[in-house]
């Protein structure tokens, strides 16, 4: 539900960017997203249409990236991957782990066209 | 500053920085920009500056999240009768419609502000802080914000609070953390209300509520209260009071607290507002 709120962000976000590059043209915009960051991928992409139009990036190609959950266990070490609702070690079982991603929302890159058309 | 200082470069996104530098020209007036940013920044920065209005006054500020009817007002109304004084408090009310609920806090005596979200699921922190230029935050020790009822949106918006509270009521079931993990996952304390119903609604397993917990790495204690039967609400009290106290301890050490998980927005700008860089470790252990 709050994907719109993010997803307006998002533009102004890139519209900043684009008015800093002096981009006439947003070609694409590359979002990072973990699942444990409360944001579904899809709902984004559905708001999205909704927050660009109008913009320079009104005709921009959204690409979300998936960022797998990953937790480093306090207990031994191990790196391993987990799931949202189980961040256990999956070398060792302990519940004592701390986020090592995962739970990214990140605007990961820009491309935009500047310059004058021809 | 966070932004190209690289302070935000994780595991998961050191890639994107690596060859090329921050900006490549990939063809004739094409550029492809690597950005880095949390996507709610322009949240995150407001959150930040509102943490600074508390802590400027000495107050600590409590984000108490739960589904809709889970309790949270009748939990404010019983803490404010229970203090008696003790602390001055002021609450934030945050709802799609009305002004019930702060109606209900102001019959007991407290100053409090109504949020009407009209259809926004969640608080945010620009929201709140137009609520704060509507109160006298002076002679302040606790803000209560009372978050829109909702296990999923709120979880995502750093509102500037220094600690977040969740409610989950025993009617609600026992699985919710396993359901809703970036909520629970944010607690730093788990309020078990109406648990005068337990006998009754006995398929409801406090322990399983909390191995659920522990599931999602939180140490955070979990508190049964009631306040109806007024149980629990001693060692709620004995919770706010701790909290207050170190928070005053950090400030004269010229320090802040930010919830012990936050959206990955505000640990990429822990170091603009002179706080720590990195989330306090609670204060309090469970056992």
Not at chain 2, 67 to 87: F, H, M, R, V
Not at chain 2, 208 to 228: C, K, Q
Request: net charge negative.
């Amino acid at each position: 539900m709050h994907e719109l709120s993010v997803c307006q962000a998002l533009i102004r976000e890139v519209e900043a960017l684009a008015r800093e590059h002096e981009a006439r043209l947003v070609e694409q915009i590359v979002v990072r997203l973990g699942p444990l960051s409360g944001v579904e991928a899809h709902l984004l992409q559905q708001a999205y249409p909704l927050a660009c139009a109008g913009t320079v990036a009104e005709s921009a190609e959204l690409v979300v990236e998936a960022v797998p959950i990953r937790v480093e266990c306090k207990s031994c070490g191990a790196e391993t991957e987990a799931k949202a609702n189980r961040l256990l070690c999956g070398e060792c079982g302990d519940w004592r782990t701390r986020l090592v991603g995962g739970d990214e929302m990140v605007l990961a890159s820009v491309s935009m066209m500047t310059g004058t058309e021809h | 500053m966070c932004d190209t200082c690289g302070c935000n470069v994780t595991h998961g996104n050191a890639h994107l920085v690596q060859a090329g530098g921050k900006l490549e020209k990939t063809e004739q007036g094409r550029e492809s920009l690597t950005v880095l940013k949390n996507l709610l920044s322009e949240n995150d920065h407001q959150a930040g500056h509102n943490r600074e209005h508390f802590d400027r006054r000495g107050i600590l500020a409590v984000n108490l999240m739960s589904s809709p009817g889970a309790g949270k007002t009748a939990l404010l109304e019983s803490t404010i009768d229970a203090l008696n004084g003790e602390y001055k408090v002021a609450v934030i009310e945050g709802d799609l419609e009305t002004e019930n609920d702060a109606e209900r806090i102001r019959k007991r005596g407290v100053e409090a502000i109504q949020i009407s979200t009209g259809s926004a699921c969640h608080l945010d922190a620009h929201m709140v802080h137009d609520a704060l230029h509507h109160m006298d935050l002076n002679g302040l020790d606790i803000v209560f914000i009372e978050n829109v009822g909702n296990l999923v949106c709120p979880a995502s918006f750093d509102l500037g609070q220094h600690r977040n509270i969740t409610l989950l009521s025993v009617p609600e079931g026992d699985d919710k953390p396993a359901k809703y993990p970036v909520m629970f996952r944010a607690a730093d304390l788990v309020l078990l209300t109406k648990a005068d119903l337990l006998p009754v609604l006995d398929d409801f397993q406090p322990q399983r509520a909390e191995r659920y917990l522990r599931e999602l790495a939180n140490d955070a204690p979990v508190l049964h209260t009631s306040v109806r039967s007024g149980a629990g609400v001693e060692q709620w009290l004995a919770w706010l009071g701790t909290e207050l106290t170190a928070q005053r301890q950090r400030l004269a050490q010229g320090e802040t607290a930010r919830p012990a998980v936050q959206p990955e927005g505000a640990t990429l700008h822990a170091g603009e507002h002179g706080g720590h860089h990195h989330p306090h470790h609670h204060l309090h252990h469970h056992d």
